[in-house]
């Protein structure tokens, strides 16, 4: 029976791979060879088994070792680990020459519909000001998050406005290019994100409001299948779940 199953390591053992592990469970359809974390990370290199597929919720100090997995064993990889520089995210591009890769910031169909409504309102009021602020639970280690910057990215496709993250001091007027980012962190929430467009006499705010983690995994694993048995390259979430 274990022979019909897709086999998975999950690299990152915190909350979401601890659900992830769970889902995978519940699902029927995956069998978790292991799960690689801080203590036992360097496995990955040469060690690990080889498994069909990788699902990395870990940070991105582990990037060299998913890397070195996915390029020893051909698995196919989903990525929800944020916080990666613009150099980091082109290694995971260019990961897909050799095998089948997704990376997001979020895994949840409502931001994926949150960031198409982003672009169709940035598109029709281009000369209003823009500021996203997004809340977390105050254990998440990086600032902004993932999924802020992919909003900002659908307000500045082409990334030559200004970012501005958070305001001190006398900073002046507001330039009417800025993109204000601001990151509000306490207790245990999972995720909020809005986008908020301002113009003459009138606001227009685009909310998202996650109450569990559970719909970032019901969405990695979704993600997960469709992947697999995808010709070799580097998938985006919409690619995915939209086409």
């Known amino acids: 029976m274990a022979s019909n199953l897709t086999t998975v390591v999950l690299i990152g053992g915190g909350r979401m791979g601890k659900l992830i592990d769970q889902a995978l469970s519940a699902d029927g359809g995956f069998l978790v060879l292991g799960t690689?974390?801080?203590?036992?990370i360097d496995q990955l290199d040469e060690e690990a088994p080889e498994a069909d597929l990788a699902i990395d919720f870990s940070n991105k100090a582990a990037l060299p070792?998913?890397?070195?997995?996915?390029?020893?064993?051909?698995?196919a990889l989903v990525s929800g680990t944020t916080g990666y520089s613009e150099e980091e995210r082109s290694q995971l591009r260019e990961l897909g020459s050799v095998a089948t890769?997704?990376?997001?910031?979020?895994?949840?169909?409502?931001?994926?519909?949150?960031?198409?409504?982003?672009e169709l309102v940035a598109?029709?009021?281009?000369?209003?000001?823009?500021?996203?602020?997004?809340?977390?639970?105050?254990?998440?280690?990086?600032?902004?998050?993932g999924t802020a910057e992919m909003l900002r990215a659908c307000i500045d496709p082409d990334g030559d406005q200004p970012v501005v993250y958070g305001r001190q001091g006398m900073v002046g007027a507001r330039t009417q290019r800025e993109i204000g980012m601001h990151?509000?962190?306490?207790?245990?929430?999972?995720?909020t994100h809005e986008v908020h467009f301002f113009g003459p006499d009138e606001e227009l705010c685009l909310t998202h409001r996650a109450t569990s983690r559970q719909i970032f995994v019901n969405g990695t694993v979704a993600a997960a299948k469709r992947l697999l048995g995808r010709p070799n390259g580097f998938y985006t979430f919409d690619e995915l779940m939209f086409d």
């Open 36 to 40: 690689y974390d801080i203590d036992n």
């Open 65 to 75: 070792h998913t890397l070195a997995y996915i390029r020893r064993t051909g698995a």
């Open 123 to 145: 598109r029709a009021v281009d000369t209003w000001d823009a500021e996203i602020v997004e809340t977390h639970h105050n254990q998440k280690a990086d600032a902004p998050s």
């Open 183 to 191: 990151a509000l962190r306490g207790g245990t929430v999972a995720g």
């Open 101 to 118: 890769v997704i990376w997001s910031g979020n895994y949840s169909l409502g931001v994926a519909a949150l960031r198409h409504a982003t």
